[in-house]
């Protein structure tokens, strides 16, 4: 499983396949795996209320998915999955709603979590 954070109005009308604006900026969609969703969570999107955590399944996605250095790259290594082309709304496999905590950082939806 890999995740997407976008806002829920960006999914909403995404139609068959979603776009990140980064598709067109950088060539793919960034993306985390459950034990780094966190990062650019709580790096870009503070204050955010208005945030879904698209769950993925790569075998789905009919598009290239590599594992790559963030940008710029984590001080610990950590590797982020990159998406190749538009998400295939059948490689979604569910959508969670993605708010801020009481202390304004994010954590895993508990459908998640609790896997």
Sequence with gaps: MVLHICSKQDWLSSGDAYRAPSLDDVGFIHCSDPGTAHLPADALYAGR?????????????G??????EGDPPHPAGVRFPHVYGPIPREAVIAVHEFPPGPDGRFHLPPAIANR
């Design 63 to 68: 598009v290239p998915l590599r594992w790559e």
């Design 49 to 61: 209320t208005d945030l879904v955590l698209l769950e993925i399944d790569p075998a789905r996605l």
